[in-house]
Structure formats: C-alpha cells, structure tokens
C-alpha cells in the first residue's frame, strides 16, 4: 500500500508550481531590456515619421524628407533593428513561459514571427519612397509632383502595414498575456493590463482599417495601455525578474 501511494503522481501539480530555472532568469532581464530598448527605438522612430510625414501634403512631405534624408533613413534603419531585438523577445518569452504551456507559447510566437515578417515587408516601402524622391537620371522622365505623390502614396502604404502588422501583434501579445496571468511570475495587474491592451490594438487596427476617419480622430491613442503594459513589464523583468509562485492552498 505505502509502495503505490509513493508512486502515485501528485494532484495536478501544474507548471507554475515548478521551480524557476536559471535560464528563465537570464531570460526574463533579456526580454525587459529588450522592451524598454525597442520602446526607445520605437519612439524615436515615430517622432521622426510624425515631423516629416504631413498628412494629405505630398509636396511638404518629399520636401522635409529631402532635408533631413539621414535622419528619415536612420528611423528605417532604427525598425530593422526593433525587428531583430522582437527575435530575440519572442525566443525569451518563450524560454519563460513554454513552462506553463509550451503549445500555447508556440502559438504566440507565431503570432508574433508574422507579425515581424509583415513589418519586415513593410519597411521596404519607405525606401521605394525614398528613391522615387532620389532624382535619379531614370526619374526624370516622369513629373516632379507625380513622383512627389508617388512617394507619399508608398509612404501611405507603409502605415497601413504597420496596422496590419499591429494584427497579430497584439494576438501575440495577448496570448503571451494570459500565459504570464496563468504563470503568476508578475503582478496579475499588469497581466490584465496586457491582455485588455493587446487585444485593444488588435481590434482597433482592424476598426481603422475599415473605417479610416476613426484613425483621423483618435490617433494612436488607443495604443496607450499596450505601451503602458510594455513599458511596465520591461521595468519589472529588468528590476525584479520573475518571482516563483506561492502554491495554493486548496
């Protein structure tokens, strides 16, 4: 009787009763410093497009960017370089939270790996933008201001890249969400916050992309908590680290 009562498994456990291992450690400082880079990358990168960039003003738009083509360059250069940093999140976030579900930390990153593909993709319409502004001999066959609107329109396209992009972005980091509420490793409150935050952009991103006067009249502002989330776990990981769980009592 003592032999198969000792061998008997434990009463669902479950995995976040299991002890922290190193690597998740390692793990969890790497992906908050990397949120709190990219962030800073991120807005950077947002305040350059947003001073260069004039809505519904083709001729303004290639002006500006003429004057400061370095700078328009290093915001593009500044997103390749979030794209690389993403990699590395996703691999981490995993490496954290494969623990309490290793199917569904697959499916997050998935999520999050298209959604870096199709930025990826994106990002080469800046620089069709950008050689259409060039002057190159071969351009000049073709009218100032219809290359003008040419480059405006490429540059249209690239922000609704990036909404579609923000798609699977915020199901990706909402699925990593709930993992980190089921985990117990952070605050819940800061769970909740990202799970509400990233499925906010995800929908509002499909919103805008059927009614566009709703992007007219809010802006980006319905990516505050996704921010605020991103920003508060960054800090937390690189601060605090992961804590393990107290077992409950039943």
């Given at each position: 009787?003592?032999?198969?009562?000792?061998?008997?498994?434990?009463?669902?456990p479950?995995?976040?009763?299991?002890?922290?291992?190193?690597?998740?450690?390692?793990?969890?400082?790497?992906?908050?410093?990397?949120?709190?880079?990219?962030?800073?990358?991120?807005?950077?990168?947002?305040?350059?497009?947003?001073?260069?960039?004039?809505?519904?003003?083709?001729?303004?738009?290639?002006?500006?960017?003429?004057?400061?083509?370095?700078?328009?360059?290093?915001?593009?250069?500044?997103?390749?370089?979030?794209?690389?940093?993403?990699?590395?999140l996703?691999?981490?976030?995993?490496?954290?939270?494969?623990?309490?579900s290793?199917d569904?930390?697959?499916?997050?990153?998935?999520?999050?790996?298209?959604?870096t593909?199709?930025?990826?993709?994106?990002?080469?319409?800046a620089?069709?933008?950008?050689?259409?502004?060039?002057?190159?001999?071969?351009?000049?066959?073709v009218?100032?201001a219809?290359?003008?609107?040419?480059?405006?329109?490429?540059l249209s396209v690239?922000?609704?890249?990036?909404?579609?992009?923000?798609?699977?972005?915020?199901?990706?980091?909402?699925?990593?969400?709930?993992?980190?509420?089921?985990?117990?490793?952070?605050?819940?409150?800061?769970a909740?916050?990202?799970?509400?935050?990233?499925?906010?952009?995800?929908?509002m991103?499909?919103?805008?992309?059927?009614?566009?006067?709703v992007?007219?009249?809010?802006?980006?502002?319905?990516?505050?908590?996704?921010?605020?989330?991103?920003?508060?776990?960054?800090?937390?990981?690189?601060?605090?680290?992961?804590k393990?769980?107290?077992?409950?009592?039943a």
């Open positions: 009787m003592s032999t198969i009562v000792m061998n008997r498994p434990l009463d669902n479950g995995p976040t009763h299991l002890p922290i291992e190193p690597v998740q450690r390692t793990a969890a400082k790497t992906v908050g410093f990397l949120y709190l880079f990219a962030m800073a990358i991120s807005i950077f990168g947002e305040s350059v497009r947003g001073r260069l960039i004039l809505p519904h003003d083709a001729v303004h738009t290639a002006s500006s960017i003429a004057a400061s083509e370095a700078l328009f360059r290093l915001s593009i250069v500044g997103d390749l370089i979030i794209y690389v940093c993403d990699i590395v996703f691999w981490g976030l995993y490496v954290i939270l494969k623990h309490v290793k569904v930390a697959l499916l997050a990153v998935f999520f999050r790996l298209v959604e593909a199709i930025l990826g993709v994106t990002t080469l319409t620089f069709i933008a950008l050689r259409f502004l060039s002057g190159a001999d071969y351009l000049k066959v009218d100032t219809q290359l003008q609107a040419l480059a405006r329109g490429f690239y922000g609704i890249g990036l909404s579609v992009g923000f798609v699977f972005l915020g199901l990706g980091s909402a699925v990593f969400s709930y993992l980190w509420l089921k985990s117990r490793y952070i605050p819940r409150g800061l909740w916050l990202g799970i509400f935050g990233s499925l906010l952009m995800a929908t991103s499909l919103v805008t992309m059927v009614f566009p006067v992007w007219d009249r809010v802006g980006m502002a319905y990516m505050i908590p996704m921010g605020l989330y991103e920003i508060g776990l960054g800090f937390w990981l690189l601060i605090k680290g992961i393990a769980p107290t077992p409950q009592r």
